[in-house]
């Protein structure tokens, strides 16, 4: 027994050394000859781990469905052997840890599929580990490449899964065929539909949140982001597009056109055909591309033709057959080509990788935010999740650009947050918290405003000169004891915090109150909004007192125990005007018609953020008779049309009159306008507008400026002030003023009947961000948010999507008061 033990491990240790498999050989077909399962990728670079001493591979975490997060860590197994060292090393070299170091070693970093139905890419990233251990073993002497396979398993099995299962045999390459339609909601986002391609800054999504962690522990010099376009674009690389964000340095500009340079070459001659420095800019931050820019590296975009559209093979309308291996032959050639610039480059990369991190010349020095405590520990969250780092003012006033009155102006800083520019990360600092990021081009891919400050709702101060940072983090951590004395306990509506307590209790079958007037008990006052939880409401519940403590403790709420319910001021425990919360019922409609990005952001924030259930209704299955066991209909942003015809309407309509309640997002808004009963009317401006174009008899523009005249429509994301009405319980726990984030210029008029809560009077005044002169001036005069009521029931319209890509958290209150607090008359039986 004990001699076949020996005999077992010794063929199995030659067998190690001796079995790597190419990818055809262990998957049994050639890449591009199938989709691969994302379990088999991870088996694959399973296999090429135990079976070369030149890969390491690791998990770095779990996607929602369970799929597994990975990378390999490829180079020569002496650095391997050192590789902990050379990862401190780059760091020390940024200065984002203490030591001294002179690193020559280059590390690039290989993101594949991070767009599920962008398949190409996987493929691509099989054949470039093999390659590189098999054939260019000499660049990886002074190079560490890591490999992420896939950065969106989800959505690339739910492409792979559904193509596999759909595709004819052979392919069909015709453009009408089954296997190039993708059904709703396509492979492309997460499993919440999120585009993690627009999620690196936010980090809402946790394939990011796991990601940033190894990526923060490496910083790369290179990174590149593989994705797909159109089937009729060939191939796109770097060097990028105008507009490129300011912090980007000479040196970074002319090594992506290096590496570009040397791209070209390969695909000469290979006769492939490519386009470089269009359409793809570098503005937004939080794009695989910027976000590693910003942060030091030489960030890559890579699209080749292809898409979910493509399949194993496809007719381009120009006559060729686009085919799967084709598409991942390039992939593998432009990620070998970056090795090799990296490994040519090393030195060069390190040396200006470390001048990269010094940033004593930067204009703004210190950035101090101050406001609600919930809302800065959301902001020092998210500023963990990028190792950047930050203090507290110990008090003071620092002068600089105020944000809240767009204007020099100072600011008492007592406890204010301080985040520094001249950190190492300072670049990403400014590119996140600066008031107005220079645009050199409007036309950019994406949003051109983020501005942190209006994004997380705080008072801000832009200084030019550094501000002290020594005082103590103001946040307290509120622990409350069980009391059962009390008549009732107060609890502050102000921020998210507050809301996933009430959801929690709720949850609990606590029954909860909340108050349409200020409140004042036992000498302490209490604006609008205020929680109030009594013993009265819960007398049946003999565990309450501590229910509500243990809720309370577990979200760091501070509950105000009032002995008695009689008020300072006249509204008691018992008013009219403390109204029960309604445990709400809550449908939302998904599938065709709808935004996937906009649904996905609320199914999302239902269930990760606010932690309250919600019914999702596919569109297929609706029916005005599907809404009698629910109290809410959520529509994200979509294109209703026929969903919404007449006759749904009507029916709807009964629904609301009876007490139903519809929030309506962004797009979904549009449904309602001009119908009878809702109030809603698009803006005179615009719809003059609208018409003067449809009248026009004939066009001067010349053709080639045409893409530049459309930008007089456009608004690409711009940050707008609008103003509240505070005393309506959706502006509950705001001022009187909310800095909206505006996505186009769709206007609405003020409502007739209805109660306008957020609005533009008067020309509009923009924040931050490009709006083209004629959007903007169509926004004069609109409502932002409003409710109309009809019958017991209510709409209420969003123009604005708050919960777009889930980073406005300023935003996400509107939405839960909408939820709990508005027209909160009707009770559940
Ligand atoms: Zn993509």
């Not at 796109?236 to 090594?255: G, K, L």
């Not at 929690?504 to 939880?533: C, H, P, W, Y």
Request: proline share 3%; net charge negative.
């Amino acid at each position: 027994m004990k001699n076949f033990l020996y005999l077992f491990i010794a063929v199995f240790s030659i067998s190690a050394t001796a079995q790597l498999q190419s990818p055809e050989a262990f998957l049994g077909y050639e890449i591009g000859a199938q989709f691969t399962r994302h379990a088999d990728v991870v088996n694959y670079f399973e296999h090429v781990a135990e079976n070369s001493a030149m890969v390491t591979y690791a998990e770095y975490g779990k996607t929602n469905e369970r799929r597994p997060l990975t990378y390999a860590i490829v180079s020569t197994p002496e650095n391997l052997a050192n590789i902990e060292t050379i990862r401190k090393n780059n760091l020390i070299n940024a200065r984002l840890e203490t030591g001294s170091a002179n690193p020559e070693v280059a590390i690039v970093w290989l993101s594949y599929n991070v767009h599920g139905n962008e398949a190409s890419s996987t493929e691509a990233a099989m054949a470039t580990v093999y390659e590189l251990i098999t054939k260019k073993q000499a660049w990886l002497e002074n190079t560490v490449v890591i490999i992420d396979p896939c950065v969106n398993p989800d959505g690339r099995d739910r492409y792979a899964n559904w193509y596999n299962q759909v595709k004819s045999t052979p392919y069909d390459v015709l453009q009408t065929a089954a296997e190039h339609n993708e059904p709703w909601p396509g492979g492309r986002p997460n499993h919440y539909l999120f585009d993690l391609n627009r999620d690196w800054a936010w980090a809402t999504q946790v394939e990011s949140q796991q990601r940033l962690k190894i990526y923060n522990q490496w910083m790369p010099h290179i990174h590149v982001d593989f994705h797909e376009q159109g089937i009729n674009e060939p191939y796109y690389f770097a060097p990028a597009a105008e507009p490129f964000h300011e912090v980007i340095t000479d040196f970074q500009r002319s090594f992506q056109t290096d590496i570009g340079k040397n791209h070209a070459k390969y695909f000469d001659q290979e006769g492939w055909l490519f386009f470089t420095r269009e359409r793809f800019d570098l503005l937004y931050p939080s794009y695989g591309d910027t976000y590693p820019t910003f942060m030091g590296a030489i960030g890559m975009t890579y699209e080749q033709a292809g898409h979910g559209r493509a399949g194993l093979g496809i007719n381009t309308d120009e006559g060729f057959v686009l085919t799967l291996k084709d598409r991942a032959a390039h992939h593998t050639t432009t990620g070998l080509s970056t090795v090799e610039m990296g490994s040519k480059n090393a030195t060069k990369l390190n040396t200006e990788f470390k001048k990269f991190f010094i940033n004593s010349d930067i204009e703004y020095k210190s950035y101090v935010l101050k406001g609600n405590p919930d809302k800065l520990k959301a902001l020092t969250n998210l500023l963990d999740k990028h190792d950047i780092k930050y203090g507290f003012s110990d008090g003071g006033n620092v002068n600089g650009f105020n944000y809240s009155q767009n204007k020099n102006a100072s600011m008492d800083a007592t406890g204010a947050l301080v985040v520094s520019a001249t950190q190492p990360k300072g670049k990403m600092v400014k590119a996140l918290f600066e008031p107005d990021a220079k645009l050199s081009d409007p036309l950019t891919y994406d949003i051109t405003a983020w501005s942190i400050p209006h994004a997380y709702g705080l008072d801000a101060v832009a200084s030019k000169t550094t501000v002290a940072a020594n005082g103590r983090n103001p946040y307290v951590k509120e622990i409350n004891q069980v009391y059962a004395g009390a008549a009732g306990y107060l609890v502050k509506w102000n921020s998210m915090s507050d809301a996933r307590f009430l959801a929690e209790l709720l949850q609990n079958d606590i029954k909860v109150r909340f108050s349409e007037k200020d409140l004042s008990f036992e000498g302490k006052t209490f604006d609008k909004g205020t929680l109030v939880i009594t013993k009265s409401d819960n007398r049946s519940n003999i565990e309450f007192a501590a229910t509500v403590t243990k809720i309370a403790n577990k979200h760091e709420r501070k509950l105000h125990a009032s002995n008695t319910s009689f008020s300072d001021n006249r509204t008691d425990f018992g008013s009219p005007d403390i109204k029960l919360i309604n445990k709400q019922r809550i449908a939302m409609l998904r599938g065709d018609g709808v935004s996937s990005l906009s649904f996905g952001s609320l199914w999302h924030f239902f269930e990760q953020d606010l932690k309250y259930p919600v019914t999702n209704i596919d569109t297929g299955d609706f029916s005005a008779a599907s809404l009698k066991n629910f109290d809410i209909l959520v529509l994200p942003s979509g294109w209703y049309g026929s969903k919404l015809n007449d006759e749904a309407i009507d029916g709807i309509k009964d629904w609301v009159r009876n007490g139903g309640k519809i929030i309506a997002m962004a797009g979904a808004v549009r449904s309602f306008a001009g119908k009878d009963g809702f109030d809603l009317n698009q803006n005179k401006a615009a719809e003059d507008d609208d018409e003067k174009k449809e009248e026009s008899k004939g066009n001067l523009t010349p053709y080639d400026q045409r893409e530049r005249e459309n930008v007089k429509d456009l608004i690409t994301g711009s940050i707008y002030k609008t103003t509240l009405d505070a005393s309506h319980p959706m502006a509950f726990g705001y001022g009187d003023s909310y800095y909206s984030l505006k996505l186009g210029g769709t206007s609405y008029q003020f409502l007739e009947n209805g109660y306008n809560v957020g609005y533009i009077k008067g020309a509009p005044e923009t924040v931050s961000g490009f709006s083209g002169v004629d959007a903007k001036e169509g926004l004069t005069d609109s409502m932002t948010f409003g409710e109309a009521r009809m019958g017991s029931g209510s709409i209420i319209y969003f123009v604005d999507d708050v919960m777009f890509r889930s980073f406005w958290e300023n935003g996400k209150l509107l939405f839960v008061n909408s939820l709990f607090f508005v027209n909160n008359n009707r009770f559940t039986l």
